[in-house]
């Protein structure tokens, strides 16, 4: 059931290609059929064939969708996986040819911003460490090493220099050396390399237009033997450069392969005809390597309303008003509904007014399970159980709970271990560091360098993960330690419900896999709880850029004012453009109904009362004028429309009444 053009994208087996699949066409369908076919038509095993998307939530449903197509042995799997986890898959099979050892710590923003912090001059200011944290893992997007340029910002190349090698002493990677260090490695080692190249004779590619300089010089050297490369992508959903992200790879694939055979998807199985014509006519407007119209045989809809409003409180209202119309009209699920925005401060005042009149909703984006204190804690324990050298996870709980080991305490140790140069876990029990610290923190810290070591002793047994956490949770009485210092009840249930949500997520987690605590550990730091939720039956709320990839009946965009969308930073720094392809994802994650709406006047965001003129933004002016009503169009409300108004206003009351 496959159109001419994706039967094409499927079978096309003879070099590398580049599927433009634009929104709404079935790329992933083209993806999993692709798998599928190369494995039927017997062009290689699946064994030799790599997918790589950039998320989990992807990287599962691809595997889901073609395990299904195709029957594979009890035991084997399919290679789909994000970038950052083949990278991290290739590293740890190649752990002896990197400067690194087995059982390397993978650190998040938070522990790489202390890391960057420590190496600062006392007192530097948080927007500084953060704009050096930042410059670095620009270059390391870019692929650069840090004696591999010259840089006006010579502060932050020297930082980045010595980052490294404390990375390298504490035996981590950031989330960036994932990437960068397996490009090092393959640029570096032509027996890793050719290793991996017999491995990967058949690489495809989800969201190609998301990869970055770094991502794309990897893929080109492990696909440059076979040059079985399949690229899917949109160039007018490319939406991350703010992260390192090049649409230009778009353009650089055509001049390093120029056999490359280019397939469009422009039938869009999604949206109606208006949507899609509308969101045309506005990214059109940016520059094209590529041509391509999306077309649908649906209906041609209704026409997309835009609405004005003098204040964010009207536009709230009203549109709580408008999505109970027309939920009690349709009997249409709430999940059907979408609101989208640019920035995260926009959805306050309609979480608000939600919560006011009961309309139930999800925030997409919101606090992920991983970022609660509890469980920050339980897996710095498990890092340092998987990695003694890891001092960052060291430092973190070596007085959780409170063992009495004060910070003057731990300076000291800090200090004499980076002078003997050993980590900070193996100083815990060196009787001659120990010597300099007061009797009580001394006893302390050999007392929990000796129960530490006895749990790393199990994890090297290859004893399953939830046993060795569940042992652990007891050893150090935590939930014994939660009831102490919750300050009532309620936080007392939830930071204990937050440890045994832990412990059973966990046995699932490894649940049949037999997996011990340091692939656990490894595999948790790449998982996101927000990729694996399920929402109830509830108005999605999210940012555009986390609304890229899924579709809504009906679809509400706010806030489409210059300075918003457009963003004012985008507008300083001319790189509209970016803010062009939002705003045509936005559109066409609309199924049936799309309602634009922005504010004629806003608050100032500092906490002051004085007002600015925001107005429309020049998208809208793009839009053409027969597909939409209420934007510069003169218009007279029929009884009908009347009608409907103060329906839409009463359920509105009756909500806000319950």
Not at 79 to 90: D, K, P, V, Y
Not at 93 to 122: A, M, Q, V
Not at 400 to 429: C, M, T, W
């Amino acid at each position: 059931m496959l159109n001419p053009q994706q039967h094409s994208a499927v079978t096309y087996c003879d070099g590398p290609l580049l599927v433009l699949a634009g929104a709404g066409c079935g790329k992933t369908r083209v993806i999993t059929e692709k798998i599928a076919h190369l494995i039927r038509s017997k062009k290689t095993t699946h064994h030799s064939i790599f997918a790589i998307t950039f998320t989990n939530k992807a990287a599962k449903e691809m595997a889901q969708r073609a395990g299904k197509m195709i029957n594979l042995p009890d035991g084997e799997r399919l290679n789909i996986s994000t970038f950052h986890a083949l990278g991290m898959r290739i590293i740890r099979e190649e752990i002896k040819h990197t400067p690194y050892r087995f059982g390397f710590s993978i650190f998040d923003s938070s522990e790489t911003h202390n890391i960057i912090k420590d190496l600062l001059p006392k007192g530097t200011k948080r927007e500084q460490i953060n704009q050096v944290q930042w410059q670095i893992s620009s270059w390391k997007n870019e692929g650069l090493k840090a004696d591999e340029f010259d840089s006006s910002f010579a502060l932050a190349q020297s930082i980045y220099q010595h980052y490294q090698k404390r990375m390298i002493d504490f035996n981590a990677l950031d989330f960036d050396d994932l990437i960068l260090q397996t490009l090092l490695l393959l640029e570096n080692n032509d027996q890793v390399l050719e290793r991996w190249q017999d491995k990967m004779k058949f690489v495809l590619v989800d969201e190609y237009q998301d990869t970055n300089a770094s991502q794309y010089k990897m893929l080109k050297l492990l696909v440059s033997k076979y040059r079985n490369l399949i690229c899917v992508g949109d160039d007018d959903q490319s939406i991350y450069g703010w992260r390192g992200a090049q649409a230009e790879n778009l353009s650089i694939l055509k001049q390093d392969f120029p056999d490359l055979k280019v397939v469009k998807l422009e039938q869009n199985y999604r949206s109606t005809q208006t949507i899609l014509s509308a969101a045309f006519d506005v990214i059109r407007n940016n520059p094209h390597e590529f041509k391509k119209k999306l077309w649908s045989d649906l209906n041609r809809g209704d026409l997309i309303k835009v609405s004005t409003f003098n204040t964010p409180e009207q536009e709230a209202i009203q549109l709580s008003a408008d999505i109970n119309y027309h939920q009690t009209l349709s009997s249409c699920p709430f999940k059907n509904f979408a609101v989208l925005y640019r920035s995260n401060h926009q959805a306050k005042l309609i979480e608000q007014v939600f919560r006011t009149g009961n309309i139930p909703y999800v925030m997409s984006g919101g606090r992920s399970f991983f970022d609660y204190v509890e469980i920050k804690d339980l897996m710095a324990y498990i890092r340092l159980l998987c990695n003694p050298k890891d001092n960052s996870a060291f430092l973190r709980i070596v007085n959780v709970p409170r063992r009495g080991v004060g910070s003057s305490s731990l300076a000291k140790l800090a200090q004499s271990a980076e002078s003997k140069r050993i980590s900070y876990f193996k100083a815990a029990n060196n009787t001659e560091l120990l010597s300099l610290l007061p009797t009580r923190a001394a006893q302390k810290l050999k007392e929990f360098q000796r129960n530490i070591s006895k749990l790393q002793a199990k994890v090297l047994a290859g004893i399953n993960a939830d046993k060795i956490v569940d042992e652990l949770i007891n050893d150090i009485d935590y939930i014994h330690w939660i009831e102490q210092t919750s300050k009532d009840k309620v936080s007392k249930h939830n930071r204990t419900k937050l440890v045994k949500d832990f412990q059973n997520w966990l046995k699932a987690f490894t649940k049949d896999k037999d997996m011990n605590l340091i692939d656990a550990a490894a595999q948790i730091t790449l998982q996101t709880n927000k990729e694996d939720s399920n929402n109830d039956d509830a108005i999605q709320i999210m940012t555009i850029h986390a609304s890229k990839g899924l579709e809504f009946n009906h679809v509400f965009l706010i806030g489409v004012e210059e300075g918003i969308l457009p963003h004012r930073n985008s507008i300083e720094e001319e790189t509209v453009e970016e803010e062009r392809r939002l705003m045509y994802v936005a559109m066409t994650r609309a199924m049936q109904n799309l309602n634009i709406s922005y504010i004629r006047k806003r608050k100032s965001r500092y906490g002051d009362d004085e007002s600015f003129d925001a107005g429309p933004s020049r998208f809208l002016d793009e839009l053409p004028k027969r597909y939409i009503s209420g934007y510069g169009v003169v218009k007279k409300e029929n009884e009908e429309e009347k009608k409907a108004k103060k329906l839409s206003h009463l359920a509105a009351m009756k909500a806000m009444l319950k």
